[in-house]
């Protein structure tokens, strides 16, 4: 049988030292691996045996990244991958995509504000440099009922690598820090500003709701007001991406008349004109 990964010694971990620089009310314990299959997949067992939120695992690449609606998410080594643990109470489960929409925030404005790179996202969880994925959010959640067991919101930046790194085929759709700033970037720093910046948007939506948030996200979100076409499986539909739901879905206005489309649904891909 394959040993179990073993976490790296936290005692002079440049992620632990930027991490207690920066956390202290959430996110507080950190296990830090070299390598592991998938964050998410090694964080949500924990979860399940009852785990306490806060806790991050990070792993510097991934052998079986996982994306939304199961897609493989290439996680070569110089990239940023974590997963942290969330339980919040007032949050309904049906509300969940609303976590995916915070963190979304905080990654584009760490983005924006420690890098000075022109984030933006696209709906629900993409975020976008000069119309390039850049970074990817996937939250896998267990429910009790209308209540969330757990939430576990897993985050890929593509940071120190190039495109060389990806396969061929999405070369053209997916940026790297380092290809956009000419640099390598401060890995540690700037998953010290994330988990901060995760921080911050998270106990707001615990406790004053995602109404605080939404006028940030609508901010930074590319996809309303955009003509955007959904895979629905069987078929695909057009039309305008016309507003936001109270629980993140989003609402199209078609020739059909109104859709609403649910993050975790059966979208395959939305398609946009961005080009501004
Ligand atoms: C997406 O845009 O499809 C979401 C990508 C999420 C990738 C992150 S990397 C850390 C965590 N572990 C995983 O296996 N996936 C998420």
């Excluded at 970074?135 to 959640?141: H, N, P, R, T, Y």
Aim: aromatic residues 6%; glycine residues 8%.
């Amino acid at each position: 049988m394959a040993k179990p990964p073993i976490p790296l010694e936290p005692r002079n971990d440049l992620f632990q030292q930027a991490l207690s620089n920066t956390s202290k009310l959430v996110f507080k314990r950190l296990l830090h691996f070299s390598s592991l299959p998938s964050t998410n997949a090694y964080l949500k067992p924990l979860a399940k045996v009852g785990e306490r939120e806060g806790l991050i695992v990070l792993a510097d690449e991934q052998s079986e990244g996982v994306g939304r609606l199961d897609r493989r998410w290439y996680s070569p080594p110089g990239g940023l991958y974590f997963s942290l643990l969330v339980r919040p109470m007032n949050i309904r489960a049906d509300e969940t995509p609303l976590i995916t929409l915070t963190a979304g925030v905080a990654v584009a404005k760490v983005l924006q504000t420690a890098l000075g790179l022109k984030a933006v996202l696209k709906w629900p969880n993409d975020v976008l440099l000069n119309n390039q994925k850049v970074a990817g959010i996937l939250v896998e959640s267990a429910f009790i009922g209308n209540d969330i067991e757990y939430a576990v919101i897993g985050i890929g930046i593509n940071a120190n690598s190039t495109l060389g790194d990806f396969p061929d085929l999405l070369q053209s759709k997916v940026t790297t820090l380092q290809e956009q700033l000419n640099r390598a970037v401060d890995l540690p720093r700037l998953f010290g500003y994330l988990v901060g910046q995760l921080e911050f948007w998270y106990v707001i939506l615990r406790d004053k709701g995602f109404r605080a948030i939404k006028p940030h996200y609508l901010r930074l979100c590319r996809t309303l007001g955009k003509n955007v076409t959904v895979d629905m499986g069987d078929r695909h539909v057009t039309g305008m991406a016309e507003k936001l739901d109270v629980d993140g879905s989003l609402i199209i206005q078609t020739a059909e008349g109104r859709l609403n489309i649910r993050s975790g649904d059966m979208v395959s891909s939305i398609s946009e004109d961005m080009n501004e």
